[in-house]
């Protein structure tokens, strides 16, 4: 995980919905990101796996706020090329277990899993926001600062990511959607719709992270396009003015020069005098001065007229 990630799961994980319904909707999208329910021979139990120590601790304090469960904690060490430490809770049957998970909509009236969030948990405006939270802390991923934007959350299913998508643009955020190795993805890559998404899950010291650093990037583009413009100019004026330069010189050396008329002369040896010197600054130089675009003109002139003295 990248650590903008972390940084932006650790500053939400420290958030404490004032409201029930809102704990619930963000503990609703956090168990079904990163929990499974099992049935074994020890009985029910859901089981909670998070990569980071934070997310565990939140899933911890709502479950203990809301319910009072138990819980027994691990930590497992992931056998993979990174040996990621693996965070598990089990929150075994007990009393009260049926009716909180059918509260917090991981079980149906008829105690079957429910595939997503239900709409129920997900009425109230505040909820949305809760539940958006909850998801990101479950299973979101944002792009360090100086890479291309990216926001992402990946679901398990299609209706789960379809829910939160519509979760999604009742904030007014509009989310893509891919599927991704049998998982589905909602992602954003629009700096101002991940500002917007932060800004909706209370994670507002990133979000005002991401806001300077939109404004350091405009301000850099600019600049860019400022100097590359800049440097065009100044290979425009060097490759012109060379080709006057060689035109001027070839009338000098063959006594030709004096023989146009005064102003062109005069310009002549202005050009010679100041290699670097822009037409408009050329066009100051002279008496009278001239405008731009008239010292184009007659700069146009001398070069037809070494063109055909050459042949």
Not at 137 to 142: D, E, H, R, V
Not at 260 to 272: F, G, H
Request: charged share 25%; glycine share 6%; hydrophobic share 35%.
């Amino acid at each position: 995980m990248s650590s903008a990630s972390s940084l932006v799961k650790e500053e939400i994980s420290r958030i404490n919905p004032p409201r029930r319904c809102c704990k619930t909707s963000e503990l609703s999208a956090l168990l079904h990101m990163d929990g499974s329910y099992r049935f074994g021979s020890g009985g029910h139990a859901l089981i909670t796996e998070s990569n980071e120590v934070f997310t565990a601790k939140k899933i911890h304090s709502l479950m203990r706020s809301l319910f009072n469960l138990s819980d027994t904690p691990a930590v497992v060490k992931r056998e993979s090329p990174k040996r990621r430490k693996v965070y598990v809770l089990e929150f075994p049957e007990q009393t009260g277990f049926f009716q909180a998970l059918n509260e917090l909509g991981i079980l149906d009236l008829s105690l079957s899993p429910e595939p997503s969030v239900p709409q129920r948990i997900v009425k109230r405006d505040c909820c949305v926001s809760a539940a958006l939270r909850g998801a990101f802390l479950g299973g979101g991923y944002l792009s360090e600062p100086y890479k291309p934007a990216d926001l992402e959350i990946t679901f398990s299913s299609e209706n789960a990511a379809d829910l939160f998508a519509g979760l999604f643009q009742r904030k007014g955020i509009k989310p893509g959607k891919r599927n991704r190795n049998g998982r589905w993805v909602l992602y954003l890559k629009s700096r101002g719709s991940i500002s917007a998404f932060l800004a909706v899950i209370g994670a507002h010291r990133s979000h005002l992270d991401y806001e300077s650093q939109i404004i350091m990037n405009a301000t850099r583009s600019a600049v860019n396009r400022r100097v590359n413009c800049d440097s065009a100019n100044a290979r425009r004026i060097a490759v012109s003015s060379l080709k006057q330069r060689e035109s001027i010189l070839k009338l000098k050396n063959t006594g030709q020069l004096f023989n146009l008329e005064p102003l062109l002369v005069q310009l002549a040896e202005a050009r010679l005098e100041n290699p670097q010197a822009s037409l408009a600054e050329l066009g100051k130089m002279m008496h009278p001065s001239l405008t731009k675009s008239a010292v184009q003109r007659k700069m146009r002139k001398i070069i037809r007229v070494c063109e055909k003295n050459a042949h």
